[in-house]
């Protein structure tokens, strides 16, 4: 499988994510349902913290990756959602999803304040799409 990440060079050049991707000679791509910081016992691990949250959500992503025989390293595209979401929370959130994602070829991101998530206490969910 071929990953090609391209940053035209009329848009800028993202931190820690492509403007697009693309895959070819792929087998099988594989959707990841919306993951958030929740233990196996389906309680929110650490309310209304955003960094811990951030961290278990994407810990949880690749234990779901792992259960397809993936990595990081497959993820094309991600849609991380965070409630309550201010400017200075982005610069963060890019560090902490840096740490997590492939720093040459780096997935498709999208990041979106909302609102609200399903269970009190939630601050981030991401759902991701993968290739391998």
Known sequence: ???NAINPPQLFTGKAFSQTFSISGHQRLIFVSGQVDCG???K????GDLEAQLVGTLDNLKIALEAQ????QNLVSVNIYVTDLKPEDCTRIR??????????KPPAVSLLG???LAFEG??????????A
């Not at 929110?44 to 309310?47: E, L, Y």
């Not at 025989?69 to 990081?72: A, E, R, S, V």
């Not at 560090?95 to 492939?102: A, L, M, N």
């Not at 939630?122 to 290739?131: H, K, P, S």
């Open 114 to 116: 909302i609102q609200q």
């Open 44 to 47: 929110v691990r650490h309310p």
């Open 69 to 72: 025989g993936c990595t990081m």
């Open 95 to 104: 560090e902490i999803r840096s740490g997590y994602f492939d720093a040459e």
């Open 1 to 3: 499988m071929e990953r």
């Open 40 to 42: 196996v016992d389906g």
């Open 122 to 131: 939630l601050r981030v969910e991401i759902e991701a799409t993968a290739a």
